[in-house]
């Protein structure tokens, strides 16, 4: 208890955002009332969220015409100014050290799930983006996810062979054609995967296109397949 108390005076934690000293948690008081978590009710397999509570069962739109080829998916906070910020930073800035703090946003909803998991994978990027970025912040996010709960992980079980444009800014048919056959699983873990539950994690998911079409490519070996992202960002 002395320890951690020396620690904490002489390596002060610090809000995410504001950089203001703080006891414990990642964000100080007024940074903490901007996070939108996504809380009932919403999606009972994308977690889109809604106005007001239709049943326990309720899908969405999207999932109810036509559903996803992942189980589940679970999200902890839309996306808005300061989880942009955030995200932005931990991509782009080489700030890896965010991955540490932004999968603790993210555990709690896994709670729901995480004892079903066999192997976790990260959504994979492509050569030239992971060449240019020198990292994969989701599978940055998966190791700390993995060691925590001492699941397998699984780095390169996904291999993106379609490069891509950065989806920000394309609508919801855009996305999907972006994405579409952009993915094909690492044959040398066909007989890993069999009959396993599968974690899929990815930073931020607007309409699900790259982790349905991720999943497509997994769902033809393994037995079910879940995800999980940081950030819902919702389209207008």
């Not at 709960?149 to 993106?160: C, T």
């Amino acid at each position: 208890m002395f320890l951690q108390t020396l620690t904490q005076i002489i390596f002060p934690k610090s809000c995410l955002k504001c950089n203001k000293i703080i006891i414990n948690g990642l964000f100080c008081t007024n940074c903490w009332k901007e996070i939108e978590f996504i809380t009932e009710p919403f999606c009972q397999i994308c977690h889109f969220p809604f106005e007001y509570k239709l049943d326990n069962n309720s899908l969405c739109a999207s999932c109810s015409v036509k559903k996803p080829t992942y189980n589940k998916l679970i999200t902890a906070v839309k996306y808005n100014e300061i989880i942009s910020y955030l995200i932005g930073r931990f991509k782009f800035f080489d700030q890896t050290y965010m991955a540490k703090n932004l999968h603790q946003l993210i555990e709690p909803k896994l709670q729901e799930f995480i004892n079903e998991i066999d192997i976790i994978c990260a959504v994979p990027l492509d050569r030239t983006r992971l060449k240019n970025r020198k990292y994969n912040q989701s599978l940055l996010l998966s190791k700390f996810i993995a060691k925590k709960y001492n699941i397998k992980l699984v780095g390169d079980l996904l291999i993106r062979i379609k490069k891509g444009r950065y989806q920000i800014g394309l609508n919801k048919n855009a996305r999907i054609n972006n994405v579409k056959n952009a993915f094909i699983v690492n044959e040398k873990y066909l007989s890993l995967i069999k009959d396993k539950n599968i974690l899929l994690i990815d930073d931020v998911v607007t309409t699900g296109a790259t982790i349905d079409n991720c999943s497509k490519v997994l769902n033809k070996n393994c037995k079910n397949i879940f995800a999980a992202a940081i950030a819902k960002r919702m389209l207008k």
